[in-house]
């Protein structure tokens, strides 16, 4: 059984930052890879970025240069720094963890993103 904990979410102005944490914790079996996706109302998920083993980094073109995913392998954490922060970021924001050779592939439970004025 793996967890997912995501925090940091909340409401923020456009133009505003915000910082994304995800802790996988249990039985893990070597990391693959550890990502944010987003899904906003009406809409399907979407990749807004994966970390593979190496540090390789991966963007959805919309968060492009404003968001920065990166990771604590001592902590089995990835983080998700968000900055110019657009009404259209709006989304429940969630974590993603492949390991085990990707085998396994484990969801968070989300955390809501609000960007508004």
């Known amino acids: 059984q793996v967890q997912l904990v995501e925090s940091g979410g909340g409401l923020v102005q456009p133009g505003g930052s915000l910082r994304l944490s995800c802790a996988a914790s249990?039985?893990?079996?070597?990391?693959?890879?550890m990502g944010w996706y987003r899904q906003a109302p009406g809409k399907q998920r979407e990749l807004v970025a994966t970390?593979?083993?190496?540090?390789?980094?991966n963007y959805g073109d919309s968060v492009k240069g404003r968001f920065t995913i990166s990771r604590d392998n001592a902590k089995n954490t990835v983080y998700l720094q968000m900055n110019s922060l657009i009404p259209e970021d709006t989304a429940v924001y969630y974590c993603?963890?492949?390991?085990?050779?990707?085998?396994?592939?484990?969801w968070g439970q989300g955390t809501q993103v609000t960007v508004s004025s």
């Open positions: 970390i593979i083993s190496g540090g390789i980094t």
């Open positions: 249990g039985s893990i079996f070597g990391i693959n890879a």
């Open positions: 993603r963890l492949v390991h085990g050779g990707g085998v396994f592939d484990s």
